[in-house]
């Protein structure tokens, strides 16, 4: 069995009181295109920080690509290509005179060296500012200047924090177009908390709230989740919820109220079929009006809210103050007569 490119352990990372990654454990597949998803202060940049020997864990373990990161850092950074969040360049440099500095920092031989750069750059789309100094570029094309750097060495392991921050939406479409092309010859993990972007290039998806791995699944696995069915009915309510719920086609029924007359259902089927037609008809015999029907697929977006919500319904229940028992009658101090 081949070995994992990424591999953590039960890993955990304090400030202080703060633990800001909670016993996280997972495995990344060599060729893997993996998102990591999490709301801000999730712990995402921690974690990718302790991966690329930025930060030491408090404990537990990681191994990329067979490296320790505490014991063999130098042997990690040799295999990894890091974008932060915030790239750190060289304002009074050039584009193509950093990429070139970084490149012989990277050990790329110097005979290749102008090909690579030049194929970094265009993978990057960098090219046409590539005369230019740093300080003088947006954030936008600084951090795609970033992601050649990081492609320089052609390292086996790609590790992408908030790639497409600052870019425009032009960008962000060719900057996820490389980094799914990217997929495959590279394994991949980058964060974001932008979902459509990661529904379009990832093989699988991790999400991390409050340090702690609270979903993980592949994207196959995602889209063969059972649709669900959303209607909308103009009726009695009761009467209305009573009749889906007798429908032999229906394993279960969500009731969503909208206004005094008008009814939201959620409604999944059985058989994994589809039922809509079926089910129209029957509302419409019954005289109910019907404005809206259709399919709800399973997204990235409901995954995570849903996530996000169970957490803050906990939250919200340990914080509510439990009922004091009723205090005892205070004693009649009425002088005796």
């Not at 003088?136 to 392991?157: E, H």
Request: hydrophobic letters at 40%.
């Amino acid at each position: 069995m081949q070995t994992p490119a990424i591999n953590v352990q039960n890993l955990c990372k304090n400030y202080g009181p703060v633990q800001a990654v909670d016993d996280v454990t997972f495995q990344v597949a060599r060729g893997e295109l993996v998102g990591f998803l999490g709301p801000n202060g999730a712990g995402k940049s921690t974690c990718m920080r302790i991966l690329t020997t930025w930060l030491p864990a408090s404990s537990g373990y990681a191994w990329l690509n067979g490296y320790d990161v505490m014991y063999q850092s130098m042997d990690v950074r040799k295999n990894i290509g890091y974008l932060p969040e915030s790239v750190p360049v060289y304002g009074e440099m050039r584009v193509r005179e950093y990429l070139a500095y970084r490149a012989k920092l990277k050990g790329v031989d110097r005979h290749g060296r102008g090909a690579r750069i030049d194929h970094c750059m265009a993978k990057s789309r960098v090219k046409e500012v590539q005369n230019r100094l740093l300080s003088t570029l947006s954030k936008g094309y600084r951090q795609r200047v970033g992601l050649a750097d990081t492609l320089l060495a052609d390292p086996p392991i790609l590790i992408l924090d908030e790639p497409t921050s600052g870019l425009d939406p032009v960008q962000i479409g060719e900057t996820l177009a490389t980094i799914k092309e990217l997929g495959g010859q590279h394994t991949i993990l980058f964060s974001t908390h932008v979902l459509p972007e990661v529904e379009k290039v990832y093989d699988r998806v991790i999400i991390i709230d409050k340090g702690r791995i609270k979903f993980d699944e592949t994207k196959k696995a995602i889209d063969a989740r059972e649709a669900s069915y959303l209607l909308e009915v103009r009726g009695p309510a009761e009467a209305m919820t009573a009749f889906l719920r007798d429908q032999p086609e229906l394993a279960s029924v969500e009731v969503q109220p909208i206004e005094s007359d008008l009814t939201g259902f959620e409604l999944w089927s059985r058989d994994r079929k589809d039922h809509r037609e079926v089910l129209a008809a029957r509302i419409a015999a019954k005289g109910w009006g019907l404005r809206r029907v259709e399919v709800r697929r399973p997204s990235l977006e409901a995954i995570f809210n849903d996530v996000v919500r169970r957490r803050q319904e906990t939250e919200a229940q340990v914080a509510a103050p439990t009922e004091a028992p009723p205090s005892a009658p205070e004693p009649d101090k009425t002088p005796a007569a």
